[in-house]
C-alpha cells in the first residue's frame, strides 16, 4: 500500500490518507447540523463543535511546540512527516474559533476559544502519533469532492479514487443520448459506507431521480444517515441495512444505475497494510476474501437482474488484474446482459473501474 500524499487526487490505490483540505466552518457547502433520530447518533465532527472552552495563548504555542516535536521524532515511522505537520495545522484550524490567532508571534495568556479541552488536544495527537489513528477519525470528517462527510472508527473513510465514480455517473446522466432518461430514475450504491457516493450522485441529480444506499453494518447506516440529512438529502437518499441486493428486491429490473466501491483486499493483504488502515479502518469495509473478488463478483453477479435496459453500472477494483478479470467475466457469462463494457482508468492511471450498460 503505498502513498500519502497531500494532494489528494495523486493519491492512488486503497491506502489511508493524510490528504485532507483545511476544514472551515466558514465552507461554502450548506449543512445542516442537528440530524435527529440516529441512535447512538453519529459523532459530530470537530469543526462543528461549539467553542466553549478556552486556554491562554502561549498555553497553546505550548501545545504546538509539543506537538512539532512529537512529529519530528517519528519521522522514519511515517512514510512523509511533512504531512504530519500538515495535519497539526489542520488539526488546529479545526480546534480554535479563530485560526488565524495561531499566526501572531507575541505568547501571552490572552484567552483563545477552543472546540475541545486542550488536554484533549494532547490526548488527540498522541493517538494519531503512538497509536497511528487516521487524522480523518481524529478531526471526525473528511473532504471528499465538494463535500466534507463525518467519518468515525466502524466506517471507511472515503478515498479520491473513489470521487470518479460519481464523474463517471455525472458524464453518463448528463450526457443524455439513448440513455436520457437515467437521471430520473433510481440509482443504487451498494456498499454506501458513509454515503459518500450517494450523496455525491444525488446532488448530480439535483431536482430528478433519486439514490438508495446500502450497507451491512451498523455503524455504516447511521454515518451515511447522518451525513444524507446533513446534506438536507432525506427526501432524495434513503439508507437501508443489508447484504447487497438483499433489501432491493423490489427494485428488480428497476435500477437506472448501480455502482460500487466493495471491499476488495485480498484476506492475505490485510496484515501488511499501512497501521492507519489495517489497525483502525473496518474489516467488513476491506476484506475481499481470497483473492479480493468475492464481492466484487457476487455484485457483478446480481446486477443484471436489477437494472433495467440501458441501466448504467460502474464498479471499482483493486486495479488492473481485478478489472481485468472483472471484464473478462462480464463478456463472457453475462455477455447477453451488457454492453458498452469499459475499464476506467483512476486520477493516477491505474486500471481501477469497469463499467457497461444493461442491453
Ligand atoms: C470499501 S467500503 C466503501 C464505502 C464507501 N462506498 C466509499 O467508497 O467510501 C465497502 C463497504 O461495503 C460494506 N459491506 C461489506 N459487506 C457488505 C455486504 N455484505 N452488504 C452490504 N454492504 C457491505 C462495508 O460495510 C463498507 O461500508
Redesign the pocket.
Known amino acids: 500500500m503505498n502513498l500519502t500524499s497531500l494532494v489528494r487526487t495523486s493519491h492512488i490505490t486503497r491506502t489511508f490518507t493524510h490528504s485532507i483540505k483545511p476544514i472551515s466552518s466558514s465552507s461554502s457547502v450548506s449543512l445542516s447540523h442537528t440530524p435527529t433520530s440516529l441512535n447512538p447518533k453519529p459523532k459530530t465532527p470537530l469543526y462543528l463543535k461549539p467553542p466553549i472552552y478556552t486556554t491562554s495563548l502561549s498555553s497553546l504555542k505550548k501545545f504546538q511546540k509539543w506537538a512539532k516535536t512529537l512529529s519530528s521524532s517519528v519521522n522514519a515511522s511515517f512514510k512523509d512527516s511533512s504531512n504530519l505537520h500538515q495535519e497539526l495545522n489542520w488539526l488546529l484550524q479545526d480546534s480554535l474559533q479563530n485560526p488565524n490567532i495561531l499566526q501572531t508571534h507575541e505568547e501571552n495568556d490572552n484567552l483563545v476559544a477552543l472546540r475541545l479541552k486542550l488536554d484533549d488536544l494532547y490526548d488527540l495527537w498522541t493517538q494519531r502519533i503512538e497509536k497511528r489513528r487516521p487524522f480523518q477519525y481524529i478531526v471526525g470528517c473528511e473532504h471528499w469532492r465538494d463535500l466534507i462527510l463525518s467519518v468515525e472508527e466502524g466506517?471507511?473513510i472515503?478515498?479520491p479514487e473513489?470521487e470518479l465514480i460519481v464523474d463517471l455517473v455525472n458524464d453518463v446522466i448528463k450526457g443524455g443520448g439513448e440513455n436520457g432518461d437515467l437521471g430520473n430514475g433510481l440509482w443504487v450504491?451498494?456498499?454506501?459506507?458513509?454515503g459518500?457516493?450517494a450523496i455525491g450522485i444525488g446532488r448530480v441529480l439535483g431536482d430528478l431521480g433519486r439514490v438508495v444506499g446500502?450497507?451491512?453494518?451498523d455503524v455504516?447506516v447511521r454515518v451515511a444517515s447522518y451525513n444524507v440529512e446533513r446534506y438536507n438529502l432525506q427526501d432524495k437518499i434513503s439508507i437501508k441495512q443489508?447484504?447487497?441486493f438483499e433489501p432491493l428486491s423490489e427494485f428488480k429490473g428497476q435500477v437506472a444505475g448501480l455502482v460500487s466501491?466493495?471491499?476488495?483486499i485480498p484476506s492475505g493483504h490485510i496484515d501488511g497494510l499501512q497501521p492507519e488502515v489495517g489497525r483502525h479502518e473496518?474489516i467488513?469495509?476491506?476484506d475481499g476474501g481470497d483473492d479480493g473478488m468475492s464481492?466484487l463478483l457476487h455484485i457483478c453477479n446480481g446486477a443484471a437482474s436489477m437494472l433495467k435496459s440501458g441501466g448504467f453500472l460502474a464498479f471499482e477494483t483493486n486495479g488492473e488484474d481485478h478489472c481485468r478479470f472483472l471484464f473478462d467475466h462480464m463478456e463472457t457469462i453475462h455477455k447477453e446482459s451488457f454492453c458498452n463494457l469499459k475499464i476506467v482508468p483512476d486520477f493516477a492511471g491505474i486500471q481501477r473501474f469497469v463499467t457497461g450498460f444493461r442491453s
Open positions: 466506517v471507511l472515503p478515498r473513489t450504491d451498494l456498499g454506501t459506507g458513509s459518500a457516493i446500502v450497507d451491512l453494518s455504516a443489508g447484504s447487497w466501491n466493495p471491499p476488495y473496518p467488513l469495509a476491506l464481492d
